[in-house]
């Protein structure tokens, strides 16, 4: 292959430039006058022979350069070499329609012997970050990420403090005697699970079951007059995530909160921060030992809270007085007891003790990318957590698997035609396990930038808690893109039968397969936080859900136990819905995302809303400009929709700037009027804050009514919305 460097063509300009100077001398132009005038006196016969030779030379020349080819060294060498023609860059790229992308997307998947290697090479042993089995596994994934084609791999460490249980003063739970002696001591075992972000401190009064946690179940025990108040809560694991139910319990005036596994007898790890990312640096990225600003997160609990296993609940639960709750709250396999607030022995109280400790530990994530030909700038970001407390098959695995799997099928179609309009941005996230630490701090990094950039994020946590149920939780605005891909898709249970018709087996499919995105997830945060729309996907048990999640026993064995030894295919299957999912994000045209998705949430919204007009009326407001505003933005999402109908798709720029207009659909719904600092989920419909939908839903359902902060409310819901509203010739 022949090439030309920059040392080769700049050599060879100035050689020009010098001979040009030779021809300017004035001995250089007397020889060339001396010698053309001897041709005139040469014979006649002479002259014609020079004029034939001229002639027959030029008409060579001629001939040739109408009918040569480009070389194939500078076809091969592609648009960066300097010798590729201009026929060759004017070239339109190889088309392949929907039909030949999925034939040869599904003809490069068919790997479901390396997906298995991946799982059970990725959930030998426990690697929660900060260990040395996290970082080797961090190794090998950029190993492998260089082993195929792409374009660029890299890796980006953040700093973070975590917290880690104090092995030198353990965590305890004790029942205390009136004269403060200690009864009952129920010992942790060293690979227990703890509760990162808990507080450190101490706590010793009365304990109450509280169910779930749940802010209905509060409201329940107050109404059947149970004192949570000053008291110490227990509560089953499930329906809500662990900050929640922390959460829930302090607002409740609880004094520290123990979490018990409402399916199998192993403690249950989770982190209690109500957020995601770092909690000691909230909004600040921590690129390289970042100074951290003199503030944590406000999702951090005063309270301690610690994990502990089913034995020791029943224990404290049979320990418990006072009227017995509900049967709908018994968890299973658990005989009737109390909800307390006191124990049988008068004078007992029970007292729990958490002295975790923090650590600065190294995050790692890991990034590969194909880029696109037409918008190399526009990023289909898709992820991974791969650290784990326990094994981690299920929380970490079977998501990275999928992930390299996906990697090596794009790159190979890449080899065989495929050419994505945009750019494809695979990464292996650290931090996952306290709470997507890795995905936020990078968000964090690149805020500014990041609805201009990133396109959609599809998320590859925890996707495989069983194979009966396909969950979509995502933005509104992919329903319709998983609608269509799941209809191309078989049910892993049934061949002949498409995930789709599956769920329209079970009732309402659209209230069957979406649900919200979850508040601990990375995709949450990508779309609460930055304002990228986000996926994530999973196939759970209808019953009998995988109880060894977030355990030590989650292991390779106990997940395909639960899938009926047929692992390898169901996680294929799900590599085919994520694999097709990402071929139309990143090969459309116009990115496949239904912005007139919120014209119909908003409405729903507003009709929540509504019935609360009586309760404004004395207050001097009303909805009014609200249901103005939910207009406005439904006619800006009609103009864009006939503006895209109605202009020339095959001129590149047009496509990007509706494109662009679309990726910044979900980033209005941030609030501009709150700091992302002090409210990071500044979204108005998902975050949490004054700003949002239901912190107004919850000021109008109190009895009392907060008049000024009722007004605040609603001007900045309001205003947000007002912004919303687009139009196809906003830049």
């Known amino acids: 292959m022949t090439s030309h460097n920059s040392f080769s063509i700049y050599r060879s300009v100035d050689e020009d430039e010098a001979a040009l100077h030779i021809e300017d001398a004035p001995e250089a132009r007397k020889t060339p006058t001396s010698r053309s005038s001897r041709i005139w006196d040469l014979p006649t016969w002479q002259k014609i022979a020079i004029a034939a030779i001229v002639a027959a030379c030029v008409a060579f020349i001629l001939g040739y350069l109408a009918t040569r080819r480009p070389c194939a060294a500078c076809v091969t060498n592609g648009p960066d070499n300097e010798m590729v023609s201009e026929d060759y860059l004017q070239q339109e790229p190889k088309t392949m329609d929907w039909a030949d992308l999925k034939d040869l997307f599904n003809q490069f998947l068919k790997n479901g012997q390396q997906i298995e290697s991946t799982i059970r090479k990725f959930s030998r042993i426990p690697h929660p970050s900060g260990s040395l089995e996290n970082q080797n596994l961090a190794d090998d994934i950029l190993q492998q990420f260089r082993n195929f084609p792409v374009d660029h791999t890299w890796v980006e460490s953040h700093y973070a403090t975590l917290q880690f249980p104090n092995r030198a003063r353990p965590n305890t739970v004790k029942i205390i005697g009136a004269d403060n002696e200690t009864l009952e001591v129920f010992p942790f075992q060293e690979q227990d699970p703890y509760c990162p972000y808990s507080a450190v401190a101490t706590a010793k009064a009365g304990l109450v079951y509280v169910n779930y946690g749940r802010k209905e179940d509060f409201v329940a025990l107050r109404s059947w007059k149970v004192k949570v108040t000053d008291n110490l809560v227990i509560v089953r694991t499930g329906i809500i995530t662990f900050a929640e139910k922390v959460y829930n319990a302090e607002r409740a005036g609880a004094l520290g909160v123990l979490i018990f596994p409402d399916m199998d007898r192993s403690a249950v790890y989770g982190h209690v921060h109500l957020g995601t990312g770092d909690p000691n640096t909230p909004g600040f990225p921590s690129f390289n030992h970042t100074q951290f600003p003199p503030f944590k997160s406000s999702g951090l609990p005063k309270i301690p809270a610690q994990a502990i296993d089913k034995r020791t609940a029943l224990s404290l639960l049979s320990a418990l007085d006072g009227i017995e709750g509900p049967s709908d709250w018994r968890s299973p396999n658990s005989p009737s007891h109390a909800l307390g607030p006191d124990l049988k022995t008068r004078g007992n109280l029970v007292q729990l003790e958490v002295n975790n400790v923090e650590r600065s530990v190294e995050l790692v994530n890991v990034f590969g990318s194909i880029t696109g030909r037409f918008e190399p700038e526009h990023y289909i970001v898709v992820g991974a957590q791969r650290d784990s407390w326990g094994p981690g098959a299920a929380k970490s695995g079977v998501g990275t698997a999928i992930l390299l799997e996906l990697m090596r099928s794009m790159t190979l179609m890449v080899e065989g035609g495929f050419q994505p309009r945009r750019s ?258 500044r979204h108005i419909l998902i975050g949490r804050g004054e700003h949002t939908l239901d912190a107004l839903m919850e000021q109008l359902g109190r009895d009392q009514i907060d008049t000024s902060e009722l007004h605040k409310q609603i001007a900045l819901f309001t205003w947000t919305l007002v912004l919303c509203t687009f139009d196809t010739n906003r830049k």
């Open 424 to 681: 494809i941005l695979f990464v292996s996230w650290d931090g996952g396990d306290f709470g997507s630490i890795g995905a936020t701090e990078w968000l964090e990094g690149y805020l500014s930038m990041l609805h201009l950039k990133a396109a959609t994020y599809m998320s590859l946590d925890t996707p495989l808690l069983g194979d009966e149920k396909f969950v979509a939780r995502s933005s509104p605005l992919f329903r319709t893109l998983i609608e269509n891909i799941i209809k191309q898709v078989d049910n892993p249970r049934q061949s002949m039968q498409s995930i789709y018709e599956n769920a329209k087996q079970n009732g309402d499919w659209n209230s069957e397969v979406f649900a919200p995105l979850a508040v601990d997830t990375g995709g949450f945060a990508f779309t609460a936080f930055a304002g990228v729309p986000a996926l994530e996907f999973s196939f759970v048990k209808r019953s009998n859900p995988y109880k060894y999640l977030d355990t030590k026993y989650d292991t390779y064995d106990n997940l395909n136990s639960l899938v009926d030894n047929r692992l390898p295919a169901v996680a294929l299957t799900l590599a085919q819905v994520a694999g097709l999912s990402l071929m139309k994000l990143s090969h459309d045209r116009i990115l496949p995302l239904d912005y007139t998705a919120y014209n119909t949430l908003l409405l729903e919204h507003l009709i929540g809303l509504k019935t609360y007009q009586s309760k404004l009326e004395p207050q001097g407001l009303t909805f009014s400009w609200l249901y103005s505003a939910r207009g406005d933005y439904v006619r800006a999402t009609d103009r864009l929709k006939k503006a895209i109908k109605h202009s020339d798709l095959q001129n590149e720029k047009m496509i990007q700037f509706f494109n662009v207009r679309i990726m910044r659909v979900e980033f209005y719904f941030l609030s501009q009027y709150v700091s992302a600092i002090n409210y990071p989920y």
